[in-house]
């Protein structure tokens, strides 16, 4: 039964994402978190965080660790498996459309209508992990309105080097992880 719950919950997900692992991740989270409750919210945004830090997709990566978090090795098949399958289907289904009716004004509109979507998928995504971070942290650095301060301060610095510098993002990453474990520690 959790096998099969596995592999519904991803292929819905991996059927309604459009959009990429960005667009998923309110998806996998409304599946994961809210309604099997197989994660909790932190245990969740650290497996989106390992999940966009390791080299792939970031829906299937989160498939796969959700799977082994629940099911073991097994889980994680079922869970990839489930995320795959879909978008194998739509993507062969869509080329041969493209291929043949890219010219027609209708396909342009319907792919001009979803971007917008897309666009409030991230967002939405993006608002509930950083809601998390600085809201939802440790209690010890917990300023005024129940602000992380050290998660606050990291976002600040890291925000503003990526505006301001052309900084390749995994060197704010990596500086950013390790000024938690140095400011987490401290405090």
Not at 118 to 146: C, D, K, N, T, Y
């Amino acid at each position: 039964m959790l096998f099969a719950q596995l592999f519904w919950s991803f292929f819905q997900i991996g059927l309604f994402s459009i959009g990429g692992g960005y667009a998923a991740m309110p998806l996998i989270q409304q599946q994961v978190v809210d309604q099997h409750s197989w994660l909790t919210m932190a245990q969740f945004a650290d497996i989106m965080t390992i999940a966009e830090m390791t080299p792939g997709p970031i829906a299937i990566n989160s498939a796969t660790f959700v799977g082994i978090r629940v099911a073991g090795l097994p889980g994680a098949i079922v869970a990839t498996a489930g995320c795959v399958l879909p978008s194998c289907a739509i993507v062969l289904a869509l080329a041969f459309i493209y291929y043949h009716f890219s010219k027609l004004t209708a396909v342009q509109g319907v792919l001009q209508g979803l971007r917008p979507a897309v666009v409030a998928m991230i967002a939405s995504a993006g608002l509930s992990l950083l809601l998390l971070a600085l809201f939802g942290g440790r209690e010890m650095s917990v300023g005024p309105l129940g602000l992380d301060v050290v998660a606050a301060v990291i976002f600040a610095a890291g925000f503003l080097v990526l505006r301001r510098k052309s900084v390749n993002p995994i060197w704010i990453m990596m500086a950013s992880g390790a000024a938690g474990v140095a400011l987490y520690s401290i405090v």
